[in-house]
């Protein structure tokens, strides 16, 4: 701004700065002599520039303060929180089982080492979590211990920190009488140096400009999304807590299926759907959100799910640990699968010769089975399927012995001798009629909570309501302890304190046969040459023909066998056709060593 002053013409003190033109006027339009005028605008900049440099304050920002809950627990902390409530989950079940099937008490020893060595086999075991609780108690300034493997070898920044910090007086003194001295050495040297680096660098980058405009030109960058991270893997779900529990059933020789399983899952008997309202509050509290959704399935774990995740552990059980799970009690639930068909104590006994000559898979895995015997180095050590689900491979025994006697592709089956075993079993019409009169009984008394169920509230009766409401007083209402004391609902609609029980469970026994069946007559000996005999004329049809279709009596056999089992027709039509070639390569072999003792004899 212009100095007040006067005007040397006029004396005024009033002064004025024109925008046009930047000269400094009085109020008479006198213009200011010797007044010099600075602009920003640069043109041009000399060898010399001041900068200025900016100061920061030392002042600490504010942090952001957390708007999430500390009671709930993340990352490794949660995972281990998250086995502890399988655990707690795992428990429940036992003390279920153990009511509902009456057994000993050396099952829940069993299912604790079972569920122990599980726990160790993952392929990312749990974090113990008192570590875990040590290290978030550290805070951010501070890092964790350091382990034994670390202590002889500290980390280099660590050891620079340290010596900078440490000996910082002893260099500052010390540096001052040596720079003078190592200044020019070490500024020719870095220079030289940097020089030769630059030279190379430059070279490079003119030959690599040339190729890399060309490959540029040809290549694109692809933009990979990030993989997401799972926060669970495929062997930690809830239905681990089942795999174990079949493992103790099996190492007690118990003859269960999955579908005993799955049944017990479906009636809320064995805790595994919307088990979280089982858990104690001072567990759920530190739940997140996607470890409630992990701990409550929607829907029963499938059989193939559950002997995956049974035969992984069997198999890492003992080819880690040595610890063999044996096979299974196969007597008695081959019963029940010739129970499941309608068959007679007679199917039985040719259901297991048949199984013996295949070499039915008793199993959990192929691993645990003894290796098959190599006559060539070509030779497999293992058959396929023989990794299959035990009870699918025995009922698919008893499909194959229905199909050498009846056949079951349309062309009855006569026996011609009196000695043929075909002949104490039963015609194949009353075998037939029988299994869909078993389908019609099983509909009729599946529960109306079963998913298998498609009935409406409309369409039950009095006693089926009454059930119903049973089963959600018991699958939907919390704990006892959880209840509250007294409210509208309460007070104007209690529950009776001993409500009337369900239907009580079949633990053995879960196919019911239909009351009034009538009698089956047997089959009769025909000695007509026109009519085919049981094993004659025996069909192998492919399951990989997409396109093909099988007969309906075998297509209804089948069906019955896979919903008994609770897997899909095509996996027991494949079981039974890798069954048949066994069986027709067996017979191969026998003939063969017939024919080759008639020749050693004639000779």
């Known amino acids: 701004m212009a100095p007040r002053r006067k005007c040397p013409v006029c004396g005024s003190k009033q002064w004025h700065k024109e925008p046009s033109s930047g000269l400094v006027t009085c109020s008479e339009g006198h213009v200011l002599q010797n007044y010099r005028n600075e602009t920003r605008e640069v043109t041009e900049l000399g060898p010399h520039a001041v900068r200025k440099r900016n100061l920061k304050s030392g002042r600490k920002k504010k942090e952001r303060q957390s708007k999430a809950d500390p009671k709930v627990y993340h990352g490794e902390r949660a995972r281990f929180h998250y086995f502890q409530c399988l655990q707690v989950i795992l428990r429940m079940q036992v003390a279920a089982l153990t009511r509902l099937w009456e057994l000993p008490p050396e099952f829940e020893f069993v299912c604790r080492d079972v569920w122990a060595l599980h726990l160790s086999l993952l392929p990312n075991p749990p974090t113990p979590e008192p570590l875990l609780h040590a290290q978030d108690g550290l805070g951010e300034g501070s890092s964790p211990p350091p382990s034994p493997s670390s202590k002889g070898a500290p980390s280099p920044e660590v050891n620079g920190d340290e010596t900078d910090k440490e000996g910082g007086g002893d260099e500052e003194q010390s540096s001052d009488s040596s720079s003078s001295s190592e200044s020019e050495s070490d500024d020719s040297t870095h220079d030289s140096e940097l020089d030769e680096l630059m030279r190379e660098n430059s070279e490079e980058s003119s030959s690599s400009e040339e190729e890399g405009a060309e490959d540029a030109s040809k290549r694109k960058p692809v933009a990979r999304a990030p993989r997401k991270k799972r926060t669970f893997g495929l062997y930690d779900v809830p239905a681990c807590t089942i795999s174990c ?32 309202r089982l858990l104690p509050e001072n567990m759920t509290c530190h739940l997140r959100k996607q470890t409630i959704q992990a701990l409550s399935p929607h829907y029963p774990p499938t059989p193939t799910n559950l002997h995956r995740l049974s035969s992984r552990l069997a198999r890492l059980m003992y080819s880690k640990y ?263 390569r067996w017979i191969e072999t026998v003939k063969r060593k017939e024919r080759d003792g008639r020749a050693s004899a004639s000779e």
Not at 374 to 399: G, M, N
Request: charged share 25%.
């Open 245 to 276: 529990l079949v493992l103790a059933c099996w190492t007690l020789r118990l003859p269960v299926m999955y579908m005993d399983f799955v049944r017990l899952i479906e009636s809320y008997d064995l805790p595994y759907l919307d088990a979280l």
């Open 322 to 584: 040595d610890v063999y799970t044996p096979e299974m009690n196969a007597a008695p639930v081959l019963w029940r699968s010739v129970r499941a068909l309608q068959g007679t104590p007679t199917l039985y006994v040719l259901a297991k010769k048949v199984a013996h000559r295949v070499s039915v898979p008793l199993t959990l895995h192929r691993s645990l089975a003894p290796a098959l015997e190599r006559k060539k180095a070509r030779d497999p050590a293992f058959h396929k399927q023989d990794s299959a689900i035990p009870e699918v491979a025995l009922a698919a025994a008893v499909v194959v012995v229905m199909k050498m006697v009846y056949g079951l592709d349309g062309s009855p089956r006569r026996p011609r001798e009196k000695d043929d075993p075909a002949c104490a079993l039963p015609v194949l019409a009353d075998v037939l009629q029988a299994i869909r009169d078993g389908e019609k009984s099983v509909k009729a008394m599946t529960p109306p909570y079963s998913t298998d169920s498609n009935k409406s509230v409309l369409d039950m009766d009095d006693r089926m309501l009454d059930d119903y409401l049973a089963f959600c007083e018991k699958a939907l209402l919390p704990r006892e302890d959880r209840l509250p004391v007294r409210n509208v609902t309460t007070d104007h609609f209690p529950l009776s304190e001993h409500p009337a029980s369900p239907a009580p469970h079949r633990a053995a026994d879960d196919d019911p046969t239909p009351v009034s069946r009538p009698e089956m007559n047997a089959n009769a000996i025909d000695d007509g040459l026109d009519v085919l005999r049981p094993g004659q004329n025996y069909h192998i049809y492919n399951t990989q023909d997409i396109l093909g279709t099988v007969p309906p009596d075998l297509e209804l056999v089948v069906n019955r066998a896979a919903k008994w089992a609770g897997v899909d027709d095509d996996y027991v039509l494949g079981v039974v056709e890798r069954f048949e070639r066994r069986l027709v």
